[in-house]
């Protein structure tokens, strides 16, 4: 324990020095905009655009074989972005997509991402074909969007067109699909990325480099968009009720028995303030829920399913605490697993420099288990630019047990796309005399040409979070992998990328015993 908090330490002895950033300003308008993707109204042509995009690739750095222009304004309702995409064959511009969610990246496309609290680690990710087709995502603490965070559906309009000599896009974000402080004179973050994909050629502004390797998720090397003034997000409410109707009859010689049946339960949504969002579920139905895929276990270790309900999806990533998919304090599948939810709630969002997640949900006594209450609550600081410090608890109480779990991690990143992070947790359960731990530490050096992660992951045998996920207890893991990725060659003789590796790890028992051991 003493060791974990010295090298916790070690996150935060760094100073990052600031650096200056390429700004953009919107212009407010009181002109009625019609998004129909022609950018015809006159305030368009009286506003420089920003041209300034830089090849990511397949050059880094250099300019790009197309030019883009992008203009912003804003009005009470909506946030509007014009851009004009000019191509040297437009014949070739490639717009297949039509429906929402689909596999725009076979496209040409465009990225809007949009960090409204300016903390430099989380975004809105909202992407384009020509044709107006959508997608979008969530961008948590700098990282590639999960499945889940795809599965955000904001609410916005689009409309693009091709042209003889391109294409044109254009998009207007309603502020109440966005959360934002409540401040009179707003400063966000904006990344912006053009993806031509006959050449596989992508172009952002602001420039962010391949050393970078997290791309337009990169929220800590954002442009400033400034000039948003006397914004006010208004009110955000969202109700999804449900309810099912029938009836049964048992027909037998002696009598015929009829029996009405009848369900229902609603979902509540509702934005408390700018910044935080209040979730309640009364009778809550999954029966529309897509089911697991079959899997077959082969080993001694815990099969993983993913979480699929869209109470838990929304913004499931604030809750998560540990190593993904093997030991993680908090994971929502634990709950209504073999009973019914009657009801519970969540709260979401941010304040300050702190994010925040905190739930609790009861289940029925049902199929021989006493009625359950399970309790979380999760919080993140930014202490420092791109170093975040947090904890997390949670509680899991019934009238035959109680199992508590508390933990604490942080993490700190530098050099582009290098980090140090760490984390520990406790369990205090009635079942067991002492609390069990486990813990991890990790060291990640990258730059677009080398990289090394070396860590820890420690487990004891009775670290069982009743509201968690433990894949292997009773371990030791330490591993190391490095491996060098070099691009070779240039202009039409460019190898994208070559990759060589080298991974050892080594598990042992917590009694010294070697029980796996990988070179790769």
């Given at each position: 324990?003493?060791?974990?908090?010295?090298?916790?330490?070690?996150?935060?002895?760094?100073?990052?020095?600031?650096?200056?950033?390429?700004?953009?300003?919107?212009?407010?308008?009181?002109?009625?905009?019609?998004?129909?993707?022609?950018?015809?109204?006159?305030?368009?042509?009286?506003?420089?655009?920003?041209?300034?995009?830089?090849?990511?690739?397949?050059?880094?750095?250099?300019?790009?074989?197309?030019?883009?222009?992008?203009?912003?304004?804003?009005?009470?309702?909506?946030?509007?972005?014009?851009?004009?995409?000019?191509?040297?064959?437009?014949?070739?511009?490639?717009?297949?997509?039509?429906?929402?969610?689909?596999?725009?990246?076979?496209?040409?496309?465009?990225?809007?991402?949009?960090?409204?609290?300016?903390?430099?680690?989380?975004?809105?990710?909202?992407?384009?074909?020509?044709?107006?087709?959508?997608?979008?995502?969530?961008?948590?603490?700098?990282?590639?969007?999960?499945?889940?965070?795809?599965?955000?559906?904001?609410?916005?309009?689009?409309?693009?067109?091709?042209?003889?000599?391109?294409?044109?896009?254009?998009?207007?974000i309603p502020w109440n699909t966005?959360?934002?402080?409540?401040?009179?004179?707003?400063?966000?973050?904006?990344?912006?990325?053009?993806?031509?994909?006959?050449?596989?050629?992508?172009?952002?502004?602001?420039?962010?480099?391949?050393?970078?390797?997290?791309?337009?998720?990169?929220?800590?090397?954002?442009?400033?968009?400034?000039?948003?003034?006397?914004?006010?997000?208004?009110?955000?409410?969202?109700?999804?009720?449900?309810?099912?109707?029938?009836?049964?009859?048992?027909?037998?010689?002696?009598?015929?028995?009829?029996?009405?049946?009848?369900?229902?339960?609603?979902?509540?949504?509702?934005?408390?303030?700018?910044?935080?969002?209040?979730?309640?579920?009364?009778?809550?139905?999954?029966?529309?829920?897509?089911?697991?895929?079959?899997?077959?276990?082969?080993?001694?270790?815990?099969?993983?399913?993913?979480?699929?309900?869209?109470?838990?999806?929304?913004?499931?990533?604030?809750?998560?605490?540990?190593?993904?998919?093997?030991?993680?304090?908090?994971?929502?599948?634990?709950?209504g697993l073999n009973q019914n939810?009657?009801?519970?709630?969540?709260?979401?969002?941010?304040?300050?420099?702190?994010?925040?997640?905190?739930?609790?949900?009861?289940?029925?006594?049902?199929?021989?288990?006493?009625?359950?209450?399970?309790?979380?609550?999760?919080?993140?600081?930014?202490?420092?630019?791109?170093?975040?410090?947090?904890?997390?608890?949670?509680?899991?109480?019934?009238?035959?047990?109680?199992?508590?779990?508390?933990?604490?991690?942080?993490?700190?990143?530098?050099?582009?796309?290098?980090?140090?992070?760490?984390?520990?947790?406790?369990?205090?359960?009635?079942?067991?005399?002492?609390?069990?731990?486990?813990?991890?530490?990790?060291?990640?050096?990258?730059?677009?040409?080398?990289?090394?992660?070396?860590?820890?992951?420690?487990?004891?045998?009775?670290?069982?979070?009743?509201?968690?996920?433990?894949?292997?207890?009773?371990?030791?893991?330490?591993?190391?992998?490095?491996?060098?990725?070099?691009?070779?060659?240039?202009?039409?003789e460019l190898i994208r990328q070559?990759?060589?590796?080298?991974?050892?790890?080594?598990?042992?028992?917590?009694?010294?015993?070697?029980?796996?051991?990988?070179?790769?």
């Amino acid at each position: 324990m003493n060791k974990f908090i010295y090298y916790l330490s070690i996150l935060f002895a760094t100073t990052l020095v600031a650096q200056e950033r390429p700004e953009v300003k919107a212009i407010r308008t009181n002109l009625t905009i019609k998004v129909d993707g022609l950018l015809d109204e006159k305030i368009w042509e009286n506003i420089e655009p920003i041209t300034q995009f830089i090849q990511r690739l397949p050059q880094d750095g250099a300019q790009p074989t197309e030019k883009s222009e992008m203009r912003i304004i804003y009005d009470e309702n909506y946030l509007y972005f014009g851009f004009t995409f000019f191509d040297s064959d437009p014949e070739k511009v490639r717009a297949t997509i039509l429906n929402r969610g689909g596999w725009i990246h076979r496209d040409d496309k465009l990225e809007i991402a949009l960090d409204t609290y300016l903390d430099r680690r989380n975004a809105y990710l909202f992407e384009m074909n020509p044709l107006g087709t959508q997608d979008d995502a969530l961008i948590s603490d700098e990282s590639r969007p999960s499945l889940d965070e795809w599965a955000w559906d904001g609410v916005y309009i689009s409309q693009g067109r091709v042209t003889d000599f391109g294409w044109v896009l254009e998009v207007a974000i309603p502020w109440n699909t966005l959360r934002f402080p409540s401040k009179d004179d707003l400063t966000m973050g904006l990344a912006v990325k053009r993806y031509i994909n006959r050449k596989n050629e992508s172009a952002i502004w602001p420039h962010i480099g391949l050393e970078y390797s997290s791309d337009v998720y990169q929220v800590s090397q954002y442009a400033n968009l400034t000039g948003l003034k006397n914004i006010k997000r208004g009110n955000d409410i969202k109700i999804k009720p449900f309810g099912i109707i029938g009836s049964q009859k048992q027909i037998s010689e002696d009598e015929t028995i009829s029996d009405n049946l009848g369900n229902g339960g609603v979902d509540l949504y509702y934005g408390l303030k700018s910044n935080l969002t209040l979730n309640l579920t009364y009778n809550t139905d999954f029966a529309q829920v897509e089911s697991d895929n079959a899997q077959i276990n082969l080993t001694r270790f815990s099969l993983f399913y993913p979480e699929k309900r869209e109470f838990f999806l929304t913004r499931s990533k604030l809750f998560g605490f540990g190593n993904s998919r093997q030991t993680e304090i908090f994971f929502s599948r634990r709950i209504g697993l073999n009973q019914n939810v009657l009801g519970g709630s969540r709260i979401y969002g941010q304040i300050g420099k702190t994010s925040i997640g905190a739930l609790n949900i009861h289940t029925q006594a049902e199929n021989g288990l006493p009625a359950t209450a399970y309790s979380a609550l999760r919080l993140r600081s930014d202490i420092r630019d791109r170093t975040t410090i947090g904890a997390i608890v949670t509680d899991v109480s019934n009238k035959e047990t109680q199992n508590s779990v508390f933990g604490f991690d942080g993490q700190m990143r530098f050099w582009g796309n290098s980090s140090v992070s760490a984390w520990y947790g406790q369990v205090q359960d009635d079942q067991f005399e002492k609390p069990s731990e486990a813990s991890m530490i990790k060291v990640d050096l990258k730059n677009d040409r080398y990289f090394f992660t070396a860590g820890q992951h420690r487990v004891d045998k009775d670290f069982h979070p009743a509201l968690g996920f433990v894949q292997r207890n009773d371990m030791v893991g330490t591993g190391a992998m490095m491996g060098f990725t070099p691009r070779v060659g240039d202009g039409e003789e460019l190898i994208r990328q070559m990759r060589y590796t080298l991974y050892v790890r080594d598990v042992k028992n917590l009694e010294g015993l070697s029980e796996t051991s990988i070179i790769n």
